[in-house]
């Protein structure tokens, strides 16, 4: 408006020239036109001074409140509190000293333990993946210090991170993501903590809720790295708990055996719960015959032929693992307070090969029991049994349980060494829990009872501490606990002194009576057992 202050809608410059404006944008055309620099059509911010009296210091200021030294104390001692107690966790968890892993391979390419590392690399906004780290953490430290109120304090968190990835579940963008699968996989680890026991009905929900939760996301979702570490590292679990319920897991489709692994590289491990993934739907088969009114004695000679060649394969795993990566058979110890039924241990050079093992005894084992019981039923109609000629043994030698229970229990003393963390025993909760079982149906007492000690002082000494601390003997003194030092010379300040003499112990500091001399973990750098099992005759890619 011409002659009114204040109302012109020019530019700046052509207001300052007190020219006529065209307001055309970005560059009005007088500007372009007299070739200036046009200001456009911001207006500069104007000041004005004035006295503060009451009423503008009341429309302008707002009140102070000074914060409360309570609430920021605890959530200063909240975070010092996680950050300790993560800290404390992967002593406690982990193994470490001569039972890490060296192998580059592995660790870059396949580390099925990896997954709880993976925690520190992702994003903790999620406030399940949060509470459900901050919960295992405190729980492993409230364990190894027995203290009441870190026991109180991880509970807590617990039920808070159930409720929080309870709502995660609902919502449709969080359900899918890798925060929700690794809460829930940290819930079930620490379930496991809390009640080592693989028919737990906590924990196998916790196991087959991960399962459904992978079997949503879909197998492509697990091509990338993170993603496909958590893949791995739920494979195990979830064959556990399929060959507890007896059916058919969706590990076994293809399209999981393949899409996973079009960007990673699969270890020998991988190829062994390759195989292994069929035998819960071989269980699920023979359980449906078992109902069946009548005998069906081609569809079990059918389903036998396929453990046949399922027990071959993973014979022929077995057979074409590298030198370096087989066990060495060494004596017992001495300070084993229960009386141990076999005469040599199985002693390992990481963590990582004891584990393969342990899972290839409990799948042969589990195996052998249901060809078992189908030879049986065959027997029992009076059909003649045809020996698997592909195999070229016959099939009592090569469905015989009982050297497989036999390794799973030589395996335990390594599994339940310091070194070992809690990781350990629970690698040997399910095997050994498989073994018992035989044992108990062929009625060995001494094998079931041996197991049934030996795991209740490891369980004492590593998962219960709290209650195994009003049990055992008064503390021991400074200086006998100084004496009490791991097989690499270390002192450990995570389990309780007086219950270290529960499983034997190898000084492996002395190369001169190691079991293990000359399979120093040092060689395995850059190296994968499957390279060997693939020059044996492998088929698999």
């Given at each position: 408006m011409v002659g009114?202050?204040?109302?012109?809608?020019?530019?700046?410059?052509?207001?300052?020239?007190?020219?006529?404006?065209?307001?055309?944008?970005?560059?009005?055309?007088?500007?372009?036109?007299?070739g200036y620099h046009c200001g456009g059509y911001n207006r500069d911010r104007s000041f004005v001074i004035h006295p503060a009296t009451n009423a503008v210091r009341r429309a302008v200021f707002l009140p102070y409140v000074a914060p409360n030294p309570l609430s920021l104390l605890q959530s200063l001692n909240r975070n010092a509190l996680d950050s300790q107690c993560r800290g404390l966790f992967w002593q406690y968890y982990m193994p470490r000293g001569d039972c890490m892993c060296r192998d580059q391979f592995i660790l870059q390419y396949g580390h099925p333990m990896n997954w709880a590392e993976l925690v520190r690399s992702l994003p903790h906004e999620d406030t399940s993946l949060s509470d459900a780290f901050s919960a295992l953490s405190i729980s492993g430290a409230a364990r190894g210090n027995n203290d009441t109120r870190l026991i109180n304090e991880s509970t807590r968190l617990y039920g808070k991170a159930l409720k929080e990835l309870q709502l995660a579940l609902y919502d449709p963008a969080k359900m899918r993501s890798d925060q929700t699968l690794m809460a829930c996989m940290l819930l079930g680890l620490y379930e496991m903590l809390q009640e080592p026991s693989p028919t737990s009905p906590r924990w196998l929900a916790h196991a087959q809720g991960a399962a459904r939760l992978i079997q949503l996301r879909g197998p492509a979702l697990h091509r990338e790295w993170d993603a496909h570490h958590s893949f791995l590292a739920s494979r195990v679990p979830t064959l556990y708990a399929a060959i507890l319920s007896r059916q058919a897991t969706y590990l076994a489709q293809q399209s999981w055996l393949t899409v996973p692994w079009e960007k990673q590289l699969r270890t020998y491990f991988d190829r062994l719960v390759d195989a292994a993934v069929?035998?819960?739907?071989?269980?699920?088969?023979?359980?449906l015959l078992q109902d069946s009114p009548t005998t069906n004695t081609s569809r079990l000679l059918h389903l036998l032929k396929e453990c046949a060649a399922l027990q071959t394969q993973l014979n022929k795993w077995r057979d074409g693992t590298k030198p370096s990566a087989v066990p060495v058979a060494v004596k017992h110890g001495a300070f084993d307070p229960h009386l141990y039924p076999f005469d040599t241990d199985l002693w390992f050079a990481n963590h990582l090969f004891a584990h393969a093992r342990l899972f290839y005894c409990t799948c042969s084992l589990t195996l052998a029991e249901a060809a078992l019981e189908i030879i049986r039923?065959?027997?029992?109609?009076?059909?003649?049994?045809?020996?698997?000629?592909?195999?070229?043994?016959?099939?009592?030698?090569?469905?015989?349980?009982?050297?497989?229970?036999?390794?799973?229990?030589?395996?335990?003393?390594?599994?339940?060494?310091?070194?070992?963390?809690?990781?350990?025993?629970?690698?040997?909760?399910?095997?050994?829990?498989?073994?018992?079982?035989?044992?108990?149906?062929?009625?060995?007492?001494?094998a079931t009872q041996w197991l049934d000690s030996t795991l209740a002082d490891v369980r004492a000494r590593v998962l219960y501490a709290h209650e195994s601390m009003s049990k055992s003997s008064p503390t021991s003194t400074n200086s006998q606990a100084g004496n009490c030092e791991n097989p690499v010379g270390e002192k450990s300040d995570i389990?309780?002194?007086?219950?270290?003499?529960?499983?034997?112990?190898?000084?492996?500091?002395?190369?001169?009576?190691?079991?293990?001399?000359?399979l120093s973990t040092g060689i395995f750098v850059r190296e994968d057992p499957s390279i060997y099992y693939q020059v044996v005759g492998s088929d698999n890619t």
């Amino acid at each position: 408006m011409v002659g009114v202050p204040g109302k012109s809608k020019g530019c700046n410059t052509c207001r300052r020239r007190k020219k006529g404006c065209d307001q055309r944008r970005p560059i009005c055309g007088q500007c372009e036109f007299s070739g200036y620099h046009c200001g456009g059509y911001n207006r500069d911010r104007s000041f004005v001074i004035h006295p503060a009296t009451n009423a503008v210091r009341r429309a302008v200021f707002l009140p102070y409140v000074a914060p409360n030294p309570l609430s920021l104390l605890q959530s200063l001692n909240r975070n010092a509190l996680d950050s300790q107690c993560r800290g404390l966790f992967w002593q406690y968890y982990m193994p470490r000293g001569d039972c890490m892993c060296r192998d580059q391979f592995i660790l870059q390419y396949g580390h099925p333990m990896n997954w709880a590392e993976l925690v520190r690399s992702l994003p903790h906004e999620d406030t399940s993946l949060s509470d459900a780290f901050s919960a295992l953490s405190i729980s492993g430290a409230a364990r190894g210090n027995n203290d009441t109120r870190l026991i109180n304090e991880s509970t807590r968190l617990y039920g808070k991170a159930l409720k929080e990835l309870q709502l995660a579940l609902y919502d449709p963008a969080k359900m899918r993501s890798d925060q929700t699968l690794m809460a829930c996989m940290l819930l079930g680890l620490y379930e496991m903590l809390q009640e080592p026991s693989p028919t737990s009905p906590r924990w196998l929900a916790h196991a087959q809720g991960a399962a459904r939760l992978i079997q949503l996301r879909g197998p492509a979702l697990h091509r990338e790295w993170d993603a496909h570490h958590s893949f791995l590292a739920s494979r195990v679990p979830t064959l556990y708990a399929a060959i507890l319920s007896r059916q058919a897991t969706y590990l076994a489709q293809q399209s999981w055996l393949t899409v996973p692994w079009e960007k990673q590289l699969r270890t020998y491990f991988d190829r062994l719960v390759d195989a292994a993934v069929h035998i819960p739907g071989h269980l699920e088969t023979l359980d449906l015959l078992q109902d069946s009114p009548t005998t069906n004695t081609s569809r079990l000679l059918h389903l036998l032929k396929e453990c046949a060649a399922l027990q071959t394969q993973l014979n022929k795993w077995r057979d074409g693992t590298k030198p370096s990566a087989v066990p060495v058979a060494v004596k017992h110890g001495a300070f084993d307070p229960h009386l141990y039924p076999f005469d040599t241990d199985l002693w390992f050079a990481n963590h990582l090969f004891a584990h393969a093992r342990l899972f290839y005894c409990t799948c042969s084992l589990t195996l052998a029991e249901a060809a078992l019981e189908i030879i049986r039923l065959l027997t029992t109609a009076q059909e003649s049994l045809v020996v698997d000629k592909t195999a070229n043994k016959s099939l009592s030698t090569l469905f015989d349980p009982e050297p497989h229970a036999r390794d799973i229990c030589r395996i335990v003393s390594y599994c339940t060494q310091r070194d070992m963390g809690a990781l350990g025993p629970i690698l040997v909760e399910f095997p050994t829990t498989v073994a018992r079982q035989y044992y108990q149906r062929i009625k060995r007492t001494e094998a079931t009872q041996w197991l049934d000690s030996t795991l209740a002082d490891v369980r004492a000494r590593v998962l219960y501490a709290h209650e195994s601390m009003s049990k055992s003997s008064p503390t021991s003194t400074n200086s006998q606990a100084g004496n009490c030092e791991n097989p690499v010379g270390e002192k450990s300040d995570i389990f309780p002194r007086d219950e270290l003499k529960a499983a034997p112990r190898l000084n492996l500091t002395d190369t001169a009576h190691s079991p293990l001399t000359g399979l120093s973990t040092g060689i395995f750098v850059r190296e994968d057992p499957s390279i060997y099992y693939q020059v044996v005759g492998s088929d698999n890619t």
